[in-house]
């Protein structure tokens, strides 16, 4: 549901655009087992007064975007998985593909998250382009399905939160390369204006040292050539 969606913190500055974020989302949701459905309540309209019971198959939809500062974030692609159907993830990067989502692999018999509790590892994130999906990223995840009880027994807040349990996540292990480029001026010129420039700031500087040399002469010259032809000594 939209006003359910929850987001990550951002990673900045990837730049081989892998993103790191160690992050957990909590959604907690009613599940009918004999209809195989969640049940939501909300109201259809902000003016109604009494909310209405709705029936909804059980998904979680995750998307990719490239955070942008100064204009529109970048939509990257996503990927929607049924838990009722949940395409088994590829255990390596590698083998994770589009296939996947088609079924189109081997051995990827869908099961039911319901049944199996918690699976581990990658899948691809999909976006469309001139009619046709392609591979737009991939995501490796846990996902996890406990009851209400379990959950009061062993909570774990969103994010990094407390309580930071059930596991315990830790800062993510970002390259010096991930910041925000107006907090940290030093920083900035060493990852990305050095990085992008330097053969260009190495001319320059050779370049000035060369006009400079060549100043030096050149207002030492005629000095020299008449101490050459008066011979003081």
Not at 2 to 16: A, G, I, P
Not at 72 to 78: A, I
Not at 166 to 180: A, G, I, M, W
Request: with cysteine; proline share 7%.
């Amino acid at each position: 549901m939209e006003e359910d969606k929850q987001k990550t913190d951002v990673h900045y500055r990837s730049l081989d655009g892998d993103g790191n974020f160690n992050w957990r989302f909590v959604f907690g949701f009613d599940y009918l087992p004999a209809e195989q459905l969640c049940l939501v309540s909300r109201k259809e309209h902000f003016w109604s007064l009494d909310k209405t019971e709705f029936r909804i198959p059980p998904k979680l939809i995750i998307q990719i975007w490239d955070n942008d500062k100064f204009s529109l974030d970048d939509y990257l692609g996503t990927v929607e998985l049924d838990m009722l159907h949940l395409i088994p993830p590829a255990k390596t990067p590698e083998k994770c593909s589009l296939s996947m989502l088609s079924q189109t692999g081997k051995n990827l018999t869908p099961t039911s998250l319901f049944s199996q509790k918690s699976v581990r590892g990658w899948w691809p994130c999909a976006m469309e382009e001139d009619g046709k999906k392609i591979l737009a990223g991939k995501v490796e995840m846990t996902l996890e399905v406990v009851e209400e009880k379990e959950a009061e027994e062993r909570p774990a807040g969103k994010g990094r939160d407390e309580p930071n349990m059930n596991p315990k996540l830790d800062l993510p292990n970002r390259p010096d390369t991930s910041f925000l480029w107006f907090t940290n001026p030093c920083k900035t010129m060493k990852f990305i204006i050095w990085r992008r420039y330097k053969w260009l700031f190495i001319g320059l500087i050779i370049l000035i040292l060369v006009i400079l040399f060549i100043g030096i002469l050149l207002y030492s010259f005629p000095n020299y050539i008449s101490m050459k032809i008066v011979k003081p000594y």
